[in-house]
T-cell receptor, first 112, second 120 residues
Framework: DAKTTQPPSMDCAEGRAANLPCNHSTISGNEYVYWYRQIHSQGPQYIIHGLKNNETNEMASLIITEDRKSSTLILPHATLRDTAVYYCIVRVGRGGGNKLTFGTGTQLKVEL | GAVVSQHPSWVICKSGTSVKIECRSLDFQATTMFWYRQFPKQSLMLMATSNEGSKATYEQGVEKDKFLINHASLTLSTLTVTSAHPEDSSFYIC????????????????FGPGTRLTVL
C-alpha cells in the first residue's frame, strides 16, 4: 500500500473549519484513501473514504486532488471533541487483503 | 450501526497466566476481523488477520503460539495471550470488516474500543 505523509500536529479554534492534509504521491489507481481518528485511549473511529471523487458525510468532507496525489479532510465546524489523532491511510480496495497500515497521523488540537 | 465491542475493557494479570480478549460485531456479520496492538505514544500495529472458520494469518514477528486467535462465528473473534509477560502489556484493539452492508462503508474496518492489558 502507498505511504502517506501527514503533518505531526495542527491546532484549530473551536467553531472553525479544520483542514487536515495528506500526501500520497505514490498512490495506485486501485487504492482508496481512508481517514480514521483516534481519541486518546479509545479505538480508531472511521470517518470517511474515497477513491477519486470528493466525498461528504455527516462527520466530514474528503477532497481528493485530480491527480490523486494528495487529499484534505475537512471538519467544517471543529469542536473540542474533535481533538484526536487523525490517520490518513491508503489501501487497495476489495480483494487486496483489506489491511490498514497506520502511520503516525496528525494530532489535531481544538482549542477555545 | 457498525458497532464493535471488546471485553474486557481492561485486565490486570500476573506474569505467566493467560488472558482472553473477546471482539464482537454487534450489528453486522464479519467474516474477517483484525487484531492490533498499540504501545504508549505509538501507532497501531497489525498483529493478525482473523477469518471465520479458518486459521488466522499473522504478521511477521508475531508469535502465533503466544497470541492464539479463534474466529468461530461471524460475530466473534477471540485473542488469547498465553503465558503473558510484562512486555505483553499493551492496548489491544480489534476491528471487524464490513462488506458493504446498507448504511455501512464498503470494505470498511470498524474498530472496537480496545482492551488495556497490564501484566505484573
Amino acid at each position: 500500500d502507498a505511504k502517506t505523509t501527514q503533518p505531526p500536529s495542527m491546532d484549530c479554534a473551536e467553531g472553525r473549519a479544520a483542514n487536515l492534509p495528506c500526501n500520497h504521491s505514490t498512490i495506485s489507481g486501485n487504492e482508496y484513501v481512508y481517514w480514521y481518528r483516534q481519541i486518546h485511549s479509545q479505538g480508531p473511529q472511521y470517518i470517511i473514504h474515497g477513491l477519486k471523487n470528493n466525498e461528504t458525510n455527516e462527520m466530514a468532507s474528503l477532497i481528493i486532488t485530480e491527480d490523486r496525489k494528495s487529499s484534505t479532510l475537512i471538519l467544517p465546524h471543529a469542536t473540542l471533541r474533535d481533538t484526536a489523532v487523525y490517520y490518513c491511510i491508503v489501501r487497495v480496495g476489495r480483494g487486496g487483503g483489506n489491511k490498514l497500515t497506520f502511520g503516525t497521523g496528525t494530532q489535531l488540537k481544538v482549542e477555545l | 450501526g457498525a458497532v464493535v465491542s471488546q471485553h474486557p475493557s481492561w485486565v490486570i494479570c500476573k506474569s505467566g497466566t493467560s488472558v482472553k480478549i473477546e471482539c464482537r460485531s454487534l450489528d453486522f456479520q464479519a467474516t474477517t476481523m483484525f487484531w492490533y496492538r498499540q504501545f504508549p505514544k505509538q501507532s497501531l500495529m497489525l498483529m493478525a488477520t482473523s477469518n471465520e472458520g479458518s486459521k488466522a494469518t499473522y504478521e511477521q514477528g508475531v508469535e502465533k503460539d503466544k497470541f492464539l486467535i479463534n474466529h468461530a462465528s461471524l460475530t466473534l473473534s477471540t485473542l488469547t495471550v498465553t503465558s503473558a509477560h510484562p512486555e505483553d502489556s499493551s492496548f489491544y484493539i480489534c476491528s471487524a470488516l464490513s462488506l458493504g452492508l446498507p448504511g455501512l462503508g464498503t470494505d470498511t474496518q470498524y474498530f472496537g474500543p480496545g482492551t488495556r492489558l497490564t501484566v505484573l
